[in-house]
């Protein structure tokens, strides 16, 4: 028998009026919609596996994901008939035919997030759906202090939302190491994003950690409180975890 094609995607989309990237029981999932268009087009039941699980109301800008046929649709033929299909807010930005052992997560070696955040007095209607706004002056400096703070490798369980791990076969747990952390202004009406670049996420990892960044930027926090909280190893220790519609999941990287 002839192997099956393993087709690689690459994905944009706007998460709002979804439960998240995984398929669940219930609700509305990227990955379930776009199952049910492949579905459609090859007249198979494919699985697509993608590169990180994104909560409910959480976007992308570059998500990766792969899935196998054995349909002979060509890869632009993928592209153009499930944008064709697809809902407005999921697009499919790239297709094309990968070794057939690619798999979107197990190969990730590093992935990079952008989240969105203002702090002038009024925040524009078309942006609350993709920035969080701050309604009061944050130390900017400060923040960035303590995001480079978080650069290295360390246990990240104090930032670790409940339910985070599969069962680990690497006796890694919470470890991971966190290559960029950054905070820049956007033009010079109070819009700024943080970057985040590492080699692996726990859930609410991204938004635990910005949502800790504020309380520093409030003074209600130093930047220098990094290190007790990492050296903690308890959630509670942190601060709260930001709201979703301020995170897009910005790139994967591959080797």
């Not at 010079?188 to 938004?207: A, C, P, Q, S």
Request: proline share 4%; net charge positive.
């Amino acid at each position: 028998m002839n192997a099956k094609r393993n087709i690689k995607l690459l994905l944009a989309f706007d998460g709002t009026g979804y439960e998240g990237w995984q398929k669940q029981k219930s609700g509305k999932t990227i990955q379930g919609v776009i199952e049910d268009r492949l579905s459609v087009m090859t007249g198979e039941q494919p699985c697509i596996y993608g590169a990180g699980r994104t909560d409910a109301g959480v976007h992308a800008l570059g998500m990766v994901a792969n899935f196998h046929t054995d349909a002979k649709i060509p890869c632009q033929g993928f592209m153009r008939g499930l944008n064709s299909m697809l809902p407005d807010d999921i697009r499919v930005l790239e297709a094309c035919e990968v070794q057939s052992d690619f798999h979107a997560r197990r190969n990730a070696k590093a992935k990079s997030y952008r989240y969105n955040f203002s702090s002038g007095p009024v925040q524009f209607p078309t942006e609350r759906l993709y920035s969080v706004h701050i309604s009061k002056d944050l130390d900017i400096e400060a923040m960035k202090n303590g995001l480079g703070c978080l650069v290295g490798t360390y246990d990240y369980t104090s930032f670790e939302g409940a339910g985070s791990r599969e069962p680990e076969v690497t006796g890694k747990g919470a470890v991971r190491t966190i290559f960029e952390a950054s905070l820049h202004a956007v033009g010079t009406d109070g819009n700024h994003r943080i970057i985040i670049k590492g080699d692996g996420f726990l859930r609410h990892m991204v938004r635990n950690i910005v949502g800790t960044v504020f309380e520093i930027g409030k003074g209600k926090l130093s930047p220098i409180d990094i290190i007790a909280i990492l050296a903690a190893k308890d959630r509670s220790a942190a601060g709260p975890t930001a709201p979703a519609r301020g995170l897009f999941l910005k790139e994967v990287f591959y080797s």
